[in-house]
């Protein structure tokens, strides 16, 4: 399998859109209705929406390709009031897991947080989404706070961690 990371295209935006869809349904449906994540991803996610992140310069948007079709996504958004770059989004297709398209997209994001000056990558994890969170600390994130975070009508805690990122890595 060619796999190819590259930036997110205007054209990428309904991709995009089934690959949180689908990957969400996958990940979170143990743990949320799905009716409330389709009021979150109709209310948040859709191309109206996404085109408004595409624009946004502190948004940066990465496509998996796998064998010419995509297979994954991962956003980053530069919060400047705080000088982090926050990891917003790395979702695969289900079919595309575990081969190493993840991996190759977090790169891309310690990349570009590097672009931006900082030692640092910041993400979010639904604490019951135990997969993500196990993947994340073998990586080297470390997560120092739960918040809440909603979906819909239901409410689930977020962790909120970071990654020392740079030379040494």
Same mark, same amino acid.
């Given at each position: 399998?060619?796999?190819? %990371? =590259?930036?997110?295209?205007?054209?990428?935006?309904?991709?995009?859109?089934? %690959? #949180?869809? !689908? *990957?969400?349904?996958?990940?979170?449906?143990?743990?949320? /209705?799905?009716?409330?994540?389709?009021?979150? &991803?109709?209310?948040?996610?859709?191309?109206? *929406?996404?085109? &408004?992140?595409?624009? *946004?310069? *502190? +948004?940066?948007?990465?496509?998996?390709?796998?064998?010419?079709?995509?297979?994954?996504?991962? =956003?980053?958004?530069? &919060?400047?009031? !705080?000088?982090?770059? $926050?990891?917003?989004?790395? $979702?695969?297709? /289900?079919?595309?897991?575990?081969?190493?398209?993840?991996?190759?997209?977090?790169?891309?994001?310690?990349?570009?947080? #590097?672009? $931006?000056?900082?030692?640092? #990558?910041? +993400?979010? +994890?639904?604490?019951?989404?135990? /997969?993500?969170?196990?993947? $994340?600390?073998? =990586?080297?994130?470390?997560?120092?706070?739960?918040?809440?975070?909603?979906?819909?009508?239901? %409410?689930? /805690? &977020?962790?909120?961690?970071?990654?020392? %990122?740079?030379?040494?890595?």
């Amino acid at each position: 399998m060619e796999i190819l %990371i =590259r930036p997110w295209r205007r054209k990428d935006l309904p991709a995009v859109r089934r %690959i #949180l869809w !689908e *990957s969400w349904i996958a990940a979170y449906r143990a743990f949320i /209705p799905a009716d409330d994540l389709r009021v979150y &991803h109709e209310a948040t996610y859709r191309i109206e *929406s996404l085109k &408004h992140l595409y624009e *946004s310069p *502190s +948004v940066h948007g990465f496509i998996g390709e796998a064998d010419g079709t995509p297979a994954g996504f991962a =956003r980053v958004q530069f &919060h400047g009031n !705080e000088n982090r770059l $926050y990891l917003a989004s790395l $979702y695969l297709l /289900p079919d595309f897991q575990r081969k190493g398209i993840g991996g190759r997209l977090l790169a891309a994001a310690e990349k570009k947080a #590097l672009a $931006y000056n900082l030692v640092e #990558l910041w +993400v979010g +994890v639904m604490f019951q989404n135990e /997969p993500a969170r196990r993947w $994340y600390e073998k =990586r080297g994130f470390r997560f120092v706070k739960k918040e809440p975070f909603r979906m819909g009508g239901t %409410i689930v /805690p &977020h962790l909120i961690g970071c990654k020392a %990122i740079g030379e040494s890595d």
